[in-house]
């Protein structure tokens, strides 16, 4: 891995939106690559939540869970418990409360949890300036966290010759340039 590069923990919407892209062949590719190289992961929650709303993603990746999924051992860690503990007790609330029971283990916590004490990059498309979604959890931790666009562009699996506003969402572009 390259000295400064960033590793990235992905969020279920993003492997579910880059399987109706035109070039989703290639994101996928890009995101096996990247899985390799150990610069991408994912919780053993996000594979169940592909089961139940991503079957074009899990056909995708499937035959490389055991690259993209972080090592059991990482993921239930004492310190990545811990969190999950906190989180569990109400803060913030809503990261258990998003699935309105239907889910007995989001994904979400242990994104966050796993994002936070490993520091990697949370990758979701979740809106940075909710104050009810992962962007705010993550900050309210001090983890990274960045929107699908702008991790494909990020790590060049979506190369563009100029930036507009399509690609990267201005909220979460100036967000994170302000703490800079």
């Known amino acids: 891995m390259p000295d400064g590069a960033h ?8 492997l579910i939106r880059s399987g109706v ?3 989703a062949q290639s994101i996928y590719s890009g995101l096996i690559e990247l899985a390799h190289t150990g610069r991408l992961r994912t919780v053993t929650q996000v594979f169940d939540e592909l089961k139940k709303r991503g079957p ?14 972080i090592p059991t051992a990482e993921q239930y860690d004492a310190a990545v418990s811990k969190i999950i503990e906190e989180l569990g007790n109400h803060k913030p609330p809503w990261l258990w409360s998003q699935t309105g029971g239907k889910n007995p283990d989001p994904a979400d916590p242990w994104l966050v949890a ?14 940075q300036t909710s104050p009810v979604k992962i962007p705010a959890a993550c900050r309210s931790l001090g983890a990274r966290c960045i929107r699908g ?3 494909l ?5 979506v ?9 990267i969402d201005p909220a979460a572009f100036f967000d994170e340039n302000e703490g800079s």
């Open 56 to 69: 074009i993603a899990l056909q995708a990746l499937k035959e490389y869970r055991h690259v993209i999924e």
């Open 114 to 127: 796993v994002a936070s004490v490993y520091g990697y990059t949370l990758v979701t498309n979740e809106s």
């Open 21 to 23: 892209s035109k070039d």
């Open 159 to 167: 190369n563009v010759k100029e930036i507009k506003v399509e690609h």
């Open 149 to 151: 666009p702008h991790f």
């Open 7 to 14: 590793r990235y923990l992905i969020d279920t919407d993003v």
């Open 153 to 157: 562009f990020e790590v060049e699996i």
